[in-house]
């Protein structure tokens, strides 16, 4: 059971926390790079437990600042976007990407200060489509993720963004959970209604998998594990990365391409990102004859982005309208009523609380990877905080670059961990193909 103070330690992320402070030794996904425009809107930022401000000036470079203006603290996020800085309406100051000072035009230039004050500013890349953040303390920071999926070719990448209205950890940990997919998603698929080829036909036959966990450098992997044809084994692979990454099974083994990283907004928001390689092989979404299951689409609607701190990237089917729930649904074709993967995992992640009680909790052998997670994690923090060690990916995040979730087929003579190198060492890696050519 995690305790109620493990249980602070895990979703307690704003400044001057432990597991605050790990965050913050990581680059962290902050928006995607269709949100800012050159000389456009400025954009209201949470991140963290603090919020901030994130604008592309015309140059095409990005600045993340602190909402306050070091004047008076008035938000930035009314200011004006234009030549080269963002500009306070309240008395006309004006800074650069960097938090410089450019312009005092309320002072006679006798008392201009200008070189004197600077904005608070972090550390920003962009790449992929993704803008980036640093929001740590070194003067040097370490490099950015190595994830394949975040080195494809921008052509082949799609990266899209939804919120979750809940704490990071237990958002995160629908990733990891291995059987619920049997469940929440095809809990009302019947195996006669799949291809008879399509490997994901075992998990519907056998909803109750056996695991494997291993230790990683960069973090956690497990298999869930069912009987296949006579004489093989079908295994779904599973990663986490630190120190919020996971990678699911969504597709075949050998080219199942894809990281998502569950990006902490405050103690109880999250904005998800998630960046696959668009040539992977579809995941089970339509019956034989060729009609979509119910409920299982990957793709979802947002409602329309607003300027609020939690206005961005929020799902049509959300707590304040029930998911969308369609009883009728869920009595006739549909486990939850629930149409659409990610609302499904919402309404179960979210009606558990906004940060989830697990001195409530009764956990059972399928929750093993959930348990190490939650484990890496605070080992990692108090490592930090007691002894100053330094997290696993942040000084080699090239360590997870070869970490790949999805599925396989395999003789029940080999071991898990053997068909997976084999498997890799034989796949599509898209990331290295333009290196190679």
């Known amino acids: 059971m995690t305790t109620p103070s493990e249980n602070e330690l895990l979703t307690r992320i704003g400044p001057g926390t432990p597991m605050g402070a790990l965050l913050r030794q990581y680059w962290m996904p902050a928006c995607l790079s269709s949100e800012l ?66 312009d005092m035009p309320n002072l006679p230039p006798e008392q201009d200060l200008s070189g004197k004050v600077k904005a608070r500013a972090y550390p920003v890349a962009e790449r992929g489509g993704l803008v980036y953040v640093y929001m740590g303390e070194r003067e040097t920071v370490p ?34 959970d291995p059987s619920h997919f049997s469940f929440l998603h095809t809990g009302a698929v019947k195996v006669a209604d799949i ?28 298999a869930s594990y069912r009987p296949a044809d006579p004489g093989n084994t079908y295994y779904r692979y599973t990663q986490f990365a630190m ?11 050998a080219d199942n391409v894809l990281a998502q990283a569950w ?65 009728d649904a869920q009595r006739t074709n549909s486990f939850t009523g629930i149409y659409g993967v990610a609302p499904q995992d919402g309404a179960v992640t979210e009606s558990m609380g906004e940060i989830s009680d697990r001195t409530l909790e009764h956990l059972v052998p399928s929750d093993r990877m959930i348990v190490l997670t939650r484990r890496r994690l605070l080992a990692a923090a108090l490592a930090l905080r007691d002894h100053g060690t330094v997290p696993p990916l942040v ?18 003579s080999q071991s898990w961990l053997d068909i997976y190198e084999a498997t890799l060492g034989e796949a599509i890696h898209p990331a290295l193909r333009d290196a190679a050519e």
């Open 37 to 102: 425009i050159a000389d456009g809107d400025p954009v209201q930022l949470a991140l963290l437990g603090e919020k901030l401000i994130a604008f592309r000036a015309s140059s095409g470079k990005i600045g993340i600042l602190d909402h306050r203006c070091p004047h008076r603290c008035a938000s930035l996020f009314f200011g004006r976007n234009e030549e080269g800085g963002l500009r306070c309406v309240y008395h006309g100051w004006k800074f650069d990407t960097e938090g410089n000072c450019l």
């Open 143 to 176: 490099p950015l993720p190595a994830f394949e999926a975040l080195l494809c070719p921008p052509d082949e990448t799609l990266v899209t963004c939804r919120q979750r209205e809940c704490n990071w950890v237990q958002a995160l940990e629908g990733d990891i």
């Open 195 to 222: 291809d008879p080829n399509h490997l994901e036909r075992f998990q519907v036959m056998h909803r109750a998998p056996r695991y494997q966990v291993q230790q990683t450098d960069w973090g956690l992997m497990f």
């Open 243 to 253: 120190p919020f990454w996971t990678m699911f099974p969504n597709g075949p083994l």
């Open 263 to 327: 990006v902490p907004m405050d103690d109880t928001h999250t904005m998800t990102f998630t960046a696959l390689w668009k040539k992977k092989t579809p995941p089970l979404e339509f019956a034989k004859d060729g009609t979509r299951i119910p409920g299982i689409d990957r793709l979802c609607d947002t409602l329309p982005n607003t300027a609020e701190w939690f206005g961005r990237w929020r799902l049509t089917a959300n707590q304040d309208n029930d998911y969308l729930i369609d009883r």
């Open 395 to 412: 000084d080699d995040p090239e360590a997870g670059g070869t970490a790949r979730a999805g599925d396989a087929v395999c003789p029940d």
